[in-house]
């Protein structure tokens, strides 16, 4: 059987920015589930991006990679307000969906600057604590090219996994990203446009011997 992951992430374009590569790379390996925990009209410096466009982008992309998108109960109409949501009850929330997959590995976005990151960060640690009914093979954090930009240093400033990316990957990862999020293409010069993106690829590939990589910190793993 394959390995069961759930992905976590605040935000609908979270992952695919960190992780779209090695989806498109596995896409037969793995056994793929989603969880998104918050979607909201939302005004953005490059535009506004609505509830419904975000939710349905969600769908197209989980469609894409041919996995399941867990969505009873979530998304919250909270994005980048999860500081008023409590936290008990996002933390019971994740906690439901791991007990309902039950995954061999989850993978969640990492501490930032953005308090949505943050907080569901650590509501993930806190629902995977070592008394939790059930606790996943491994767990990755998920990186994204904004975190040079934080308030303080962590241990995930330095990855120890990487996932090795051909030129045609990097370039199917573009080209979905501009086809599955309409609502959040950048111009060139921003850290999350096409060419910011593939410049971040290029440079975990530096990193990892290769030409181009995705870069993950693995927070624990049972073996």
């Given at each position: 059987?394959?390995?069961?992951?759930l992905v976590i992430e605040p935000h609908s374009d979270d992952s695919f920015i960190a992780a779209g590569g090695?989806?498109?790379?596995?896409?037969?390996?793995?056994?793929?589930?989603?969880?998104?925990?918050?979607?909201?009209?939302?005004?953005?410096?490059?535009?506004?991006?609505?509830?419904?466009?975000?939710?349905?982008?969600?769908?197209?992309?989980?469609?894409?990679?041919?996995?399941?998108?867990?969505?009873?109960?979530?998304?919250?109409?909270?994005?980048?307000?999860?500081?008023?949501?409590?936290?008990?009850?996002?933390?019971?929330?994740?906690?439901?969906?791991?007990?309902?997959?039950?995954?061999?590995?989850?993978?969640?976005v990492g501490p930032s600057f953005h308090h949505d990151h943050t907080i569901v960060?650590?509501?993930?640690?806190?629902?995977?604590?070592?008394?939790?009914?059930?606790?996943?093979?491994?767990?990755?954090?998920?990186?994204?090219?904004?975190?040079?930009?934080?308030?303080?240093?962590?241990?995930?400033?330095?990855?120890?996994?990487?996932?090795?990316?051909?030129?045609?990957?990097?370039?199917?990862?573009?080209?979905?990203?501009?086809?599955?999020?309409?609502?959040?293409?950048?111009?060139?010069?921003?850290?999350?446009?096409?060419?910011?993106?593939?410049?971040?690829?290029?440079?975990?590939?530096?990193?990892?011997?290769?030409?181009?990589?995705?870069?993950?910190?693995?927070?624990?793993?049972?073996?």
């Amino acid at each position: 059987m394959k390995q069961k992951i759930l992905v976590i992430e605040p935000h609908s374009d979270d992952s695919f920015i960190a992780a779209g590569g090695f989806f498109i790379k596995n896409k037969d390996n793995y056994d793929f589930n989603f969880c998104l925990v918050a979607a909201s009209d939302l005004k953005m410096h490059h535009g506004i991006a609505t509830k419904e466009q975000r939710l349905t982008e969600y769908q197209n992309f989980v469609d894409f990679i041919g996995g399941n998108w867990e969505r009873d109960e979530l998304p919250l109409d909270y994005e980048s307000r999860l500081d008023t949501v409590s936290r008990a009850k996002l933390v019971r929330l994740i906690e439901q969906k791991i007990l309902n997959i039950k995954p061999d590995i989850i993978m969640m976005v990492g501490p930032s600057f953005h308090h949505d990151h943050t907080i569901v960060y650590e509501a993930v640690i806190a629902a995977t604590r070592p008394t939790f009914n059930y606790v996943p093979k491994c767990i990755w954090i998920m990186e994204n090219p904004t975190y040079v930009h934080k308030p303080y240093q962590t241990q995930f400033d330095n990855p120890n996994v990487y996932v090795e990316l051909s030129e045609d990957i990097v370039n199917e990862k573009e080209k979905a990203f501009n086809n599955l999020f309409v609502s959040q293409i950048r111009p060139d010069g921003n850290y999350l446009s096409n060419q910011g993106m593939r410049n971040w690829a290029r440079y975990r590939g530096i990193e990892a011997r290769c030409e181009y990589a995705e870069a993950f910190y693995q927070y624990y793993q049972r073996i």
